[in-house]
């Protein structure tokens, strides 16, 4: 109605129209459609064939399906290490749970090993939380080094860290990592050479306020994730965009982030989590839980850190569903997905009393119920 009345109201009434949100949003929602709708051929799962990654009408990705495409069959004779070595960078003297969270979640989520680079302090209680976990006490906080000490110290940290770096499939950096200044400066140090060794990165938390003051670290590296909450992601906008966050355009405001970041892309958490590498945005509003307890966001990156890595193996194997795909976006939608199907679960059994360690607990089941072992 509104379109056939512009166009019949001359030139005028047309160019308002066209600079009009309703036709802008338009325009944009065609661009949008198109992403994963050529995907007819999912061969990884019977059953599967002929199934489309979007409900087309819609920004929603088919998320089940995006997860059946990249988690690998258990396969005898695979050997430990080929399902994913993951490491989370964080943990220091205030947070031990967040790199715990997303380095157990990454465990349980089928990953082979997980690995925490974190402080001294933080080392004893995270490896008493779990003995499956790696822990590496390399990180050092302005408190315990002296001025002089700083360059030796950093040149120790990013030698025990480049060790091990080439043999980790994504790091995740940020879970807890605090903002001391010093830390932050070798960990701007390490995605450097992340970079360098083109390994992918889940930035998450306080990784979040390091790349926000210095875009450059990330600008332009596809293999990069930001997964901002609600704080991080306005001041993501305000810094790179210079202006506030517009819920009206939401989309086309990550999309513009994105972009003008050069290519990363942005998993943006909310009611409804939105994904965008720049080029489309994708939505995943599936399942969910109304509780809001702290280190859902963890459990988040961690996820996104398997699927990610898990896409990436997908395609070198030649899967002709997902051999087009941006494989950060896959590692997204399905990291989303799984943990909001995950925290709908846990809350269906502990209502108010539901907590982070709930929900990771019912990670390995909601794999199960999408994508069974056979
Ligand atoms: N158990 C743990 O060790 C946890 C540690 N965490 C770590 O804590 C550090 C800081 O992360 P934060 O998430 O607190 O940083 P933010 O900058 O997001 O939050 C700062 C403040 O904003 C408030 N806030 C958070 N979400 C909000 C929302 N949706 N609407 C309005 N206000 C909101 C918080 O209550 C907090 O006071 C990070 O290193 C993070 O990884 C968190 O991951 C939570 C769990
Ligand atoms: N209102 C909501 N309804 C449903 N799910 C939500 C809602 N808000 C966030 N989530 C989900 O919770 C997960 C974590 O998002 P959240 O915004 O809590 O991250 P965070 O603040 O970084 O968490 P953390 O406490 O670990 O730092 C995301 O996967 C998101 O989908
Ligand atoms: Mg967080």
Redesign the pocket.
């Known amino acids: 109605m509104l379109i056939k009345h512009g166009i019949n109201s001359g030139f005028g009434a047309i160019y308002m129209l066209a600079s009009s949100p309703v036709l802008r949003r338009q325009q944009f929602l065609i661009r949008s459609l198109g992403d994963y709708s050529d995907q007819n051929t999912n061969t990884h799962q019977k059953g599967m064939q002929g199934t489309k990654f979007t409900s087309g009408a819609s920004l929603e990705a088919d998320a089940e399906n995006v997860l059946r495409a990249i988690t690998p069959t258990l396969d005898p004779n695979r050997h430990k290490g080929q399902a994913g070595k993951i490491a989370v960078i ?1 943990g220091c003297r205030e ?4 790199p715990y969270f997303a380095a157990i979640s990454a465990l349980k989520i089928g990953a082979d090993l997980s690995h925490v680079f974190c402080t001294k302090d933080a080392a004893s209680v995270i490896k008493s939380y779990s003995p499956e976990l790696i822990v590496h006490p390399v990180l050092e906080e302005s408190y315990s080094v002296r001025d002089d000490e700083k360059g030796v110290i950093s040149g120790k940290v990013l030698a025990e860290v480049d060790k091990w770096l080439e043999r980790f499939d994504c790091l995740v950096i ?5 903002r001391d200044p010093f830390l932050l400066d070798c960990v701007s140090k390490i995605i450097k050479l992340a970079r360098q060794s083109n390994v992918p990165i889940v930035i ?3 990784g979040l306020f390091l790349v926000t003051n210095s875009l450059d670290l990330i600008s332009g590296y596809p293999l990069a994730v930001l997964t901002p ?4 992601y306005k001041r993501l906008v305000q810094k790179v965009l210079s202006c506030e966050v517009n819920d009206e355009e939401a989309h086309e405001q990550l999309l513009s982030l994105a972009k003008r970041i050069g290519g990363v892309t942005i998993l943006r958490k909310g009611k409804s989590d939105f994904i965008s590498d720049g080029e489309t945005v994708k939505s995943v509003s599936i399942y969910g839980s109304p509780r ?1 307890c ?2 859902q ?2 459990i988040l990156s961690g996820s996104v850190a398997v699927f990610l890595s898990w896409a990436r193996h997908a395609m070198t194997d030649g899967d002709p569903s997902i051999s087009s795909k941006n494989p950060a976006t896959l590692g997204c939608i399905a990291g989303s997905a799984l943990m909001r199907k995950a925290a709908s679960l846990a809350f269906e059994n502990k209502k108010r009393a539901t907590l982070t360690t709930d929900i990771i607990e019912y990670l390995g089941r909601s794999l199960e119920d999408i994508c069974p072992v056979q």
Do not use: F, H, I, Q
């Not at 909450?229 to 991080?232: A, D, L, M, R």
């Open positions: 964080g947070y031990t749970g967040a940020g879970p807890g990592l605090g998450d938390g306080d909450n609600v704080n991080e809001r702290g280190g966001g963890d």
